[in-house]
């Protein structure tokens, strides 16, 4: 379990949130699921919704924007105490901006940008919003991973922007390494195994913990979701792929509560 009152380091997954057509669908869902709590941030924030455990913030919640064609996702956010640099060295690696970048009132800085295969991400730069509060645990985001179809070029990519270094887990079944900030995983980088069908496009997936993995999913065909990939034993825990109940995509991954709260450094 880990606190943050403090910006995260540059290239940190420091923030999810999704924008849906329904928030209201969203929030009876999560909040069975995952136990959350919701703040409405009001009518200047478009009624965002903070979510949270325990008072933390660990998640974000809007309705898609009127008029635009978004696709309903979950957005993993990578932190950058330097949104316009960042932003150049983006396109200047062959990435994307979607959104440029903006101003989020006092909460910080933003932006949405895409590599050069596909995968779309956000930034964040904070201001009086550091982003998740609580992770690695129970009801908040375990991990943040990018599947693509160009391992090599995503690779170099991320080192380029964010200056990352990488653990090459692969063997003969997978390709898949974690992404080092100062020698820490913060997240991870993986090929798309080729039965995955063509129309799944390149991703950042989240992670969210649970505590039986087995209990979430079947409480996720409750409430109206559906099973992507069944629970799986792994060594990092007990997995499952799902969707929402309205068919947003993201895992589910078995872990237990500390006993005592870590602070973040």
Do not use: K
Request: net charge negative.
């Amino acid at each position: 379990m880990t606190l943050r009152d403090t910006p995260w380091p540059d290239g940190t997954p420091c923030w999810v949130d999704l924008m849906v057509p329904d928030p209201r669908m969203a929030m009876d869902f999560y909040g069975a699921l995952l136990g959350w709590q919701f703040t409405d941030q009001g009518d200047e924030s478009d009624n965002y919704l903070m979510c949270s455990v325990d008072g933390r913030a660990v998640a974000g919640l809007g309705g898609s924007p009127a008029g635009e064609d978004a696709p309903a996702v979950w957005t993993t956010y990578l932190a950058t105490s330097d949104l316009d640099r960042t932003a150049a060295a983006v396109t200047d690696a062959g990435g994307t901006l979607l959104v440029p970048p903006v101003d989020v009132m006092a909460h910080g800085r933003m932006a949405v940008a895409a590599d050069p295969v596909g995968a779309a991400f956000g930034l964040w730069q904070a201001g009086g919003h550091i982003g998740a509060r609580l992770t690695d645990t129970p009801s908040s985001v375990l991990w943040n991973e990018c599947m693509v179809r160009d391992f090599d070029t995503a690779r170099d990519f991320y080192a380029a922007v964010f200056g990352y270094g990488f653990d090459d887990m692969s063997d003969d079944q997978y390709t898949y390494a974690t992404m080092l900030v100062d020698g820490r995983p913060v997240g991870g980088l993986g090929l798309l195994p080729d039965d995955v069908p063509a129309d799944v496009p390149p991703h950042w997936m989240v992670y969210f913990g649970v505590p039986d993995t087995d209990a979430a999913v079947a409480e996720v065909d409750r409430l109206g979701g559906r099973v992507l990939a069944d629970p799986t034993d792994t060594p990092y825990g007990r997995y499952s792929m799902v969707t929402d109940n309205q068919g947003v995509s993201f895992s589910l991954l078995s872990v237990t509560a500390e006993p005592e709260l870590t602070a973040a450094t």
